[in-house]
T-cell receptor
Framework: GAVVSQHPSRVICKSGTSVKIECRSLDFQATTMFWYRQFPKQSLMLMATSNEGSKATYEQGVEKDKFLINHASLTLSTLTVTSAHPEDSSFYIC?????????????FGPGTRLTVL | QQQVKQSPQSLIVQKGGISIINCAYENTAFDYFPWYQQFPGKGPALLIAIRPDVSEKKEGRFTISFNKSAKQFSLHIMDSQPGDSATYFCAATLSNTGNQFYFGTGTSLTVIP
């Protein structure tokens, strides 16, 4: 089955530093990748949609200069949280859409827990 | 506007019972309706999905019932087990356009032994 990995699974950083999270589709080509943020006991909040080779499309209210997204290949997308602050602490989840699949299903990574001190 | 509404927010079921989670959607153009299961600290995992050309889909103990006219779909978990305790999200999307998934607010299911 389709597998999506995320790295790191957990990261703790000091306020003001930048953190990069990688999302990889391991056995399929992901024409589209999505980045979500999830607060405890809440639903997934879509942050941005990225298509390989083009700029990401950010949802309203998401700062594109703070959450930098790069989708350089069909198997890798990165989210960089720049100048992180404690309010950025959250669970970040990526998903990848298999454009070649008949159902265009969306497969989720295991998530990255970011804690900003 | 919430595109997909989900209820209940939480559900407690005895082992062996039936768990039922309901979702309603707004956009009649949606054509793919997946259900995801999420355990604490993990990403969501696809459980089962349905397209609007069928009214029911069953995979093992999990069944989706779909009512196109009412714009509603539900997840039934038969013979619920403690291992089913997790948060369940319904979603809806336009599958061929690369559009985003619209998620429900989630249901926390607890199956007590």
């Amino acid at each position: 089955g389709a597998v999506v990995s995320q790295h790191p699974s957990r990261v703790i950083c000091k306020s003001g530093t930048s953190v990069k999270i990688e999302c990889r589709s391991l056995d399929f080509q992901a024409t589209t990748m999505f980045w979500y943020r999830q607060f405890p006991k809440q639903s997934l909040m879509l942050m941005a949609t990225s298509n390989e080779g083009s700029k990401a499309t950010y949802e309203q209210g998401v700062e594109k200069d703070k959450f930098l997204i790069n989708h350089a290949s069909l198997t890798l997308s990165t989210l960089t949280v720049t100048s992180a602050h404690p309010e950025d602490s959250s669970f970040y989840i990526c998903s990848a859409r298999d454009g070649a699949g008949a159902l265009n299903e969306q497969f989720f990574g295991p998530g990255t827990r970011l804690t900003v001190l | 506007q919430q595109q997909v509404k989900q209820s209940p927010q939480s559900l407690i079921v005895q082992k062996g019972g039936i768990s039922i989670i309901n979702c309603a959607y707004e956009n009649t153009a949606f054509d793919y309706f997946p259900w995801y299961q999420q355990f604490p600290g993990k990403g969501p995992a696809l459980l089962i999905a349905i397209r609007p050309d069928v009214s029911e889909k069953k995979e093992g103990r999990f069944t989706i019932s779909f009512n196109k006219s009412a714009k509603q779909f539900s997840l039934h978990i038969m013979d619920s087990q403690p291992g089913d305790s997790a948060t369940y999200f319904c979603a809806a999307t336009l599958s061929n356009t690369g559009n985003q998934f619209y998620f429900g607010t989630g249901t926390s299911l607890t199956v007590i032994p």
